[in-house]
C-alpha cells in the first residue's frame, strides 16, 4: 500500500498536483486563521468607526478574506480528490473515460468564462467608442448612451473623472478573466499534461521527456509574460504600431520555437495559452490594480494619477488585439490544414496577421474612422493561405511518360493496420485508447474507403496521426498510403 502510494506520487505530474493541493490547504488554513484574527481586531477597532465605515469594512473583509479562504479551501477539496479518484482508475478503463469527462467539464467552463469575459470587453469597447459625447452631456460626463435591448431601455454615463461620491455597489469585471485563465489553465493540463506522450511530445517532431515537454510549456508561458511585460514598461509603447509589429514578431517567433519542440496541435495551443496568459495578466497586474488605486483615489477625494489609466488602457488596447487570433487558435484543432502543415507556424502567423486586420478596422469603424480597403487585404490574405495550405496530390499515374507503380490495396491497408488500429479499432489494442478516438475505426476494407479523405487530411497531407506518432509512421508509408488514395483508393 505505501509502496504504492510512493510509485504513484513519483509521477512528476501528480507530485506537482499533490503539492498544489497541500498548498492550497495550508493557505486556505491560514488564511481563515488569519481572517477570523482581522474580523476580532475589526470588531474591536469598530467600536470607534462611524457606521459606514464599519460597514465598508465589513464588505471589504467579507469579499476578500472569507472569498479566499473559500477558494482556496475549494481547490483543496477539488485536487485531492481528482487524486485520489485518479489512484484508483489509472491503468484501468475507467482513466480515458473519466479524463474525457474531465476534458468536458473544463472545457465546457472555460468556454463560459471565456465568453463573459470577451464578451464584456467587447461590450465596454462599445461602449467607448459609441459615447455621445457632444449632445446635452452634463459637465462632469465624458459621455452618455441610449441603448434598447431585451425589452427595457437602458440609459449609461461615463464620468470624465470619478464621480463626486461613489455608489454603494460597484461592479467589477475581473473574475471572469481569472477564470477563463484558470479553466484553461487546467485543460492544459488535463488535455496536454495528462498525455503528455500522446498531446504533447512528437517523437518525429523532437524526442524529448515529458516531464521536460511540461517544464517546456510551463516555463514559455512565465518567460513569455516577462518579455511582454518588459516591452510594456520600455519606451516601445509610447509608440503604437510598432509595438505591435515587434509583439507580433515575437509571437511568430514563439509559434516557431514551439513547432519545433511540440506536436503540432500543441504548438498551436500554445501559442493561444502564452497570448491569453498576456491578457489574463494585464487583467491581473495591470488594469485592476489601476482600478483599485483609482476606487482608492476617489473614496480619499485625492487626485489621480493619469499614468496608471493610460497605461492600463494601453494594456486594455493589447488585449482587444490579442482576442481574435486567440479565439482561432482555441477552435484551430479542428482544422489539420491549418496546424498539421508544415510551416504551421507560418500559417498561424498569416491568420493571426489577417484576423488582427480585421480587428483594426472594426475599432477604426466603431470609432467613425472608414478603413475599409483593409477588409479585401485580409480577405486576400485569407484566399492565399486556402491556397498555400492545399491538398497535395501523391497521384503521379506516369511521370513524363514513365508508368508509376500503382500501390495496391493491400499495402495500404497494412499501413492502416500498422499505425492506426491500435487505437482506431472497434477492439482497440493500445495501453492507452480502450475504445476508439472519435468513433472512428478502420477495421474493414469499407470502413478504410469511406474514411480515406480524413485519412489522407490528418495521415498524409498532415502528420497529425497517428496522435503523437506513437507507431512511428514513416514518411515513406505516409506518402504511399497517399498515392494509394490519390490514385482512386481501389480495393484491389
Ligand atoms: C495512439 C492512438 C492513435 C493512433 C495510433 C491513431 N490515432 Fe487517430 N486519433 C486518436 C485520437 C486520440 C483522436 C482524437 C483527437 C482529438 O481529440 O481531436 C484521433 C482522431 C482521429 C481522426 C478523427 C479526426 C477528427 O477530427 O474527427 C482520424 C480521421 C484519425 N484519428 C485517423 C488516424 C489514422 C489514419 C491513423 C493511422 C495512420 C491514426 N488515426 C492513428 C488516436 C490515435
Given at each position: 500500500?505505501?509502496?504504492?502510494?510512493?510509485?504513484?506520487?513519483?509521477?512528476?505530474?501528480?507530485?506537482?498536483?499533490?503539492?498544489?493541493?497541500?498548498?492550497?490547504?495550508?493557505?486556505?488554513?491560514?488564511?481563515?486563521?488569519?481572517?477570523?484574527?482581522?474580523?476580532?481586531?475589526?470588531?474591536?477597532?469598530?467600536?470607534?468607526?462611524?457606521?459606514?465605515?464599519?460597514?465598508?469594512?465589513?464588505?471589504?473583509?467579507?469579499?476578500?478574506?472569507?472569498?479566499?479562504?473559500?477558494?482556496?479551501?475549494?481547490?483543496?477539496?477539488?485536487?485531492?480528490?481528482?487524486?485520489?479518484?485518479?489512484?484508483?482508475?489509472?491503468?484501468?478503463?475507467?482513466?480515458?473515460?473519466?479524463?474525457?469527462?474531465?476534458?468536458?467539464?473544463?472545457?465546457?467552463?472555460?468556454?463560459?468564462?471565456?465568453?463573459?469575459?470577451?464578451?464584456?470587453?467587447?461590450?465596454?469597447?462599445?461602449?467607448?467608442?459609441?459615447?455621445?459625447?457632444?449632445?446635452?452631456?452634463?459637465?462632469?460626463?465624458?459621455?452618455?448612451?441610449?441603448?434598447?435591448?431585451?425589452?427595457?431601455?437602458?440609459?449609461?454615463?461615463?464620468?470624465?473623472?470619478?464621480?463626486?461620491?461613489?455608489?454603494?455597489?460597484?461592479?467589477?469585471?475581473?473574475?471572469?478573466?481569472?477564470?477563463?485563465?484558470?479553466?484553461?489553465?487546467?485543460?492544459?493540463?488535463?488535455?496536454?499534461?495528462?498525455?503528455?506522450?500522446?498531446?504533447?511530445?512528437?517523437?518525429?517532431?523532437?524526442?524529448?521527456?515529458?516531464?521536460?515537454?511540461?517544464?517546456?510549456?510551463?516555463?514559455?508561458?512565465?518567460?513569455?509574460?516577462?518579455?511582454?511585460?518588459?516591452?510594456?514598461?520600455?519606451?516601445?509603447?509610447?509608440?503604437?504600431?510598432?509595438?505591435?509589429?515587434?509583439?507580433?514578431?515575437?509571437?511568430?517567433?514563439?509559434?516557431?520555437?514551439?513547432?519545433?519542440?511540440?506536436?503540432?496541435r500543441?504548438?498551436y495551443?500554445?501559442?493561444?495559452?502564452?497570448?491569453?496568459?498576456?491578457?489574463?495578466?494585464?487583467?491581473?497586474?495591470?488594469?485592476?490594480?489601476?482600478?483599485?488605486?483609482?476606487?482608492?483615489?476617489?473614496?480619499?477625494?485625492?487626485?489621480?494619477?493619469?499614468?496608471?489609466?493610460?497605461?492600463?488602457?494601453?494594456?486594455?488596447?493589447?488585449?482587444?488585439?490579442?482576442?481574435?487570433?486567440?479565439?482561432f487558435?482555441m477552435i484551430s484543432n479542428h482544422f489539420p490544414s491549418t496546424f498539421g502543415?508544415?510551416?504551421?507556424?507560418?500559417?498561424?502567423?498569416?491568420?493571426?496577421?489577417?484576423?488582427?486586420?480585421?480587428?483594426?478596422?472594426?475599432?477604426?469603424?466603431?470609432?467613425?474612422?472608414?478603413?475599409?480597403?483593409?477588409?479585401?487585404?485580409?480577405?486576400?490574405?485569407?484566399?492565399?493561405?486556402?491556397?498555400?495550405?492545399?491538398?497535395?496530390?501523391?497521384?503521379?499515374?506516369?511521370?513524363?511518360?514513365?508508368?508509376?507503380?500503382?500501390?495496391?490495396?493491400?499495402?495500404?491497408?497494412?499501413?492502416?493496420?500498422?499505425?492506426?488500429?491500435?487505437?482506431?479499432?472497434?477492439?482497440?489494442?493500445?495501453?492507452?485508447?480502450?475504445?476508439?478516438?472519435k468513433?472512428?475505426?478502420?477495421?474493414?476494407?469499407?470502413?478504410?474507403?469511406?474514411?480515406?479523405?480524413?485519412?489522407?487530411k490528418?495521415?498524409?497531407?498532415?502528420?497529425?496521426?497517428?496522435?503523437?506518432?506513437?507507431?512511428?509512421?514513416?514518411?515513406?508509408?505516409?506518402?504511399?498510403?497517399?498515392?494509394?488514395?490519390?490514385?482512386?483508393?481501389?480495393?484491389?
Amino acid at each position: 500500500m505505501i509502496s504504492a502510494l510512493i510509485e504513484y506520487f513519483m509521477d512528476p505530474l501528480i507530485a506537482l498536483v499533490g503539492v498544489f493541493s497541500l498548498l492550497a490547504f495550508f493557505a486556505g488554513i491560514a488564511s481563515w486563521a488569519f481572517s477570523s484574527f482581522f474580523e476580532e481586531v475589526n470588531q474591536k477597532r469598530g467600536r470607534y468607526l462611524s457606521e459606514s465605515k464599519r460597514d465598508e469594512l465589513k464588505e471589504e473583509y467579507v469579499l476578500h478574506s472569507k472569498l479566499f479562504y473559500q477558494a482556496s479551501f475549494l481547490i483543496a477539496f477539488v485536487l485531492i480528490s481528482g487524486l485520489i479518484v485518479f489512484y484508483n482508475i489509472k491503468g484501468t478503463p475507467m482513466q480515458s473515460h473519466v479524463l474525457e469527462w474531465l476534458n468536458l467539464l473544463v472545457r465546457w467552463t472555460h468556454i463560459i468564462f471565456g465568453i463573459l469575459w470577451i464578451g464584456a470587453s467587447f461590450y465596454f469597447i462599445f461602449l467607448e467608442n459609441s459615447l455621445n459625447r457632444t449632445h446635452n452631456v452634463r459637465d462632469e460626463l465624458a459621455g452618455d448612451l441610449w441603448a434598447v435591448h431585451g425589452g427595457g431601455f437602458y440609459y449609461l454615463e461615463k464620468f470624465k473623472l470619478a464621480p463626486k461620491t461613489l455608489p454603494k455597489v460597484l461592479h467589477w469585471f475581473k473574475y471572469e478573466a481569472y477564470f477563463t485563465w484558470i479553466t484553461g489553465f487546467l485543460l492544459l493540463v488535463v488535455v496536454y499534461y495528462m498525455n503528455a506522450n500522446l498531446y504533447l511530445v512528437d517523437k518525429s517532431v523532437m524526442d524529448i521527456a515529458e516531464s521536460n515537454a511540461i517544464l517546456i510549456s510551463l516555463g514559455s508561458l512565465i518567460i513569455g509574460w516577462f518579455i511582454y511585460d518588459f516591452l510594456c514598461k520600455s519606451p516601445l509603447v509610447d509608440n503604437g504600431p510598432m509595438f505591435g509589429l515587434v509583439g507580433f514578431g515575437i509571437s511568430v517567433a514563439f509559434a516557431w520555437g514551439y513547432s519545433q519542440i511540440f506536436s503540432p496541435r500543441a504548438a498551436y495551443i500554445h501559442v493561444g495559452a502564452l497570448l491569453g496568459t498576456l491578457m489574463a495578466g494585464n487583467v491581473f497586474f495591470g488594469i485592476i490594480p489601476a482600478q483599485k488605486e483609482l476606487v482608492a483615489a476617489a473614496k480619499e477625494k485625492r487626485p489621480i494619477d493619469p499614468s496608471l489609466g493610460k497605461n492600463a488602457g494601453r494594456r486594455s488596447l493589447h488585449n482587444n488585439y490579442i482576442t481574435f487570433p486567440v479565439l482561432f487558435i482555441m477552435i484551430s484543432n479542428h482544422f489539420p490544414s491549418t496546424f498539421g502543415h508544415t510551416y504551421n507556424w507560418l500559417v498561424l502567423a498569416g491568420i493571426a496577421g489577417a484576423s488582427v486586420i480585421v480587428r483594426h478596422y472594426l475599432n477604426m469603424h466603431e470609432q467613425g474612422k472608414d478603413m475599409s480597403y483593409l477588409l479585401p487585404v485580409a480577405m486576400f490574405a485569407i484566399i492565399g493561405l486556402i491556397v498555400y495550405t492545399g491538398p497535395k496530390m501523391n497521384v503521379v499515374e506516369s511521370v513524363e511518360g514513365q508508368e508509376i507503380e500503382l500501390v495496391g490495396f493491400g499495402e495500404a491497408r497494412q499501413i492502416v493496420n500498422t499505425h492506426c488500429l491500435g487505437c482506431h479499432s472497434k477492439y482497440p489494442t493500445d495501453d492507452q485508447y480502450k475504445k476508439a478516438p472519435k468513433n472512428q475505426v478502420f477495421d474493414t476494407p469499407e470502413d478504410i474507403i469511406k474514411a480515406k479523405d480524413i485519412i489522407k487530411k490528418q495521415a498524409v497531407d498532415s502528420k497529425i496521426m497517428p496522435m503523437g506518432n506513437k507507431t512511428n509512421m514513416t514518411d515513406e508509408e505516409r506518402q504511399r498510403l497517399g498515392m494509394w488514395i490519390d490514385q482512386g483508393a481501389k480495393l484491389e
